[in-house]
């Protein structure tokens, strides 16, 4: 069943969709009145919806059932990404919305090859917002995350100090054996704790990051033997988080 994240309920019995999932629903889907939809509220609140009404700005949709349904992690992870090339950071995105991030912090790095564009800016958060929202409602997620407007590596570091748990994933780790600082930080987690979890660009992190993350609270951690690319790590992370929080219990 199609699932929507909807901006405005009227009341307990309704909501009303606009915009792009108005198009969908009409356009694409061909949907008519009758027809069903899962509908999750700004609260991650979901209901199974009947169509009731399609006009030309908006389609209105009558709460069939509310479902109690679990889908979130459940610690609150933020992935803080060096600037990649090319349409990575899209991929971390999509790939980790339907992993369970929370947010995604994109940040210029000392090796960061992309140089971020203020004039581009409002267009190219729009896009990976929406490719966010696509993939939480593809993989039924209650909320949708959050995409951070790309920062400097201070302001980066200044963010951070609103979280419960901060790590980094630094590659030399990986090389010296390092396996438990990541282990261990998940082991300590708690139900409703936070997670800031920082990834270097294609070229990792520079030495002078490295001093002022750990000057900042970070550990350092490994993700096993082998090195991985800067799209790869916070998925591998995202992954390892759902098997440790998830599957095991």
């Keep these: 069943m199609q699932r929507y994240f909807v901006k405005q309920r009227a009341n307990d019995d309704r909501f009303f969709i606009d915009e792009e999932d108005r198009h969908h629903i009409v356009k694409v889907m061909r ?3 009758g027809d069903q939809i899962f509908c999750v509220d700004p609260d991650g609140k979901q209901a199974v919806c009947r169509l009731a009404e399609i006009t030309d700005s908006s389609v209105v949709a009558d709460v069939v059932q509310w479902k ?6 459940p610690i609150s992870i933020t992935i803080a990404s060096g600037l990649p090339k090319g349409d990575k950071l899209e991929w971390i995105i999509q790939k980790g919305t339907e992993l369970g991030a929370h947010q995604f912090l994109p940040f210029s790095a000392a090796r960061s090859v992309v140089k971020w564009d203020e004039k581009k800016a409002a267009k190219k958060i729009d896009r990976w917002q929406k490719i966010a929202k696509e993939a939480a409602e593809q993989s039924h997620r209650a909320f949708m995350p959050e ?4 920062m400097s590596f201070k302001s980066m570091l200044a963010k951070s100090k609103d979280f419960h748990y901060k790590l980094a994933a630094f ?3 990986s090389r010296n054996g390092e396996i438990s600082v990541f282990s261990s930080t998940l082991q300590q987690m708690k139900k409703g704790e936070s997670l800031f979890l920082v990834f270097g660009p294609e070229g990792g992190l520079a030495e002078g990051e490295i001093q002022l993350l750990k000057e900042n609270g970070f550990g350092l951690c490994g993700l096993g033997p082998r090195i991985l690319r800067t799209e ?3 998925l591998y992370s995202l992954a390892a988080i759902s098997y440790h929080f998830e599957l095991l219990r």
């Design 31 to 33: 949907m008519q009145i």
């Design 232 to 234: 790869t790590a916070p």
């Design 147 to 150: 995409i951070v407007s790309p």
């Design 171 to 173: 590659e030399e780790e």
């Design 68 to 73: 109690d349904e679990v889908s979130e992690l």
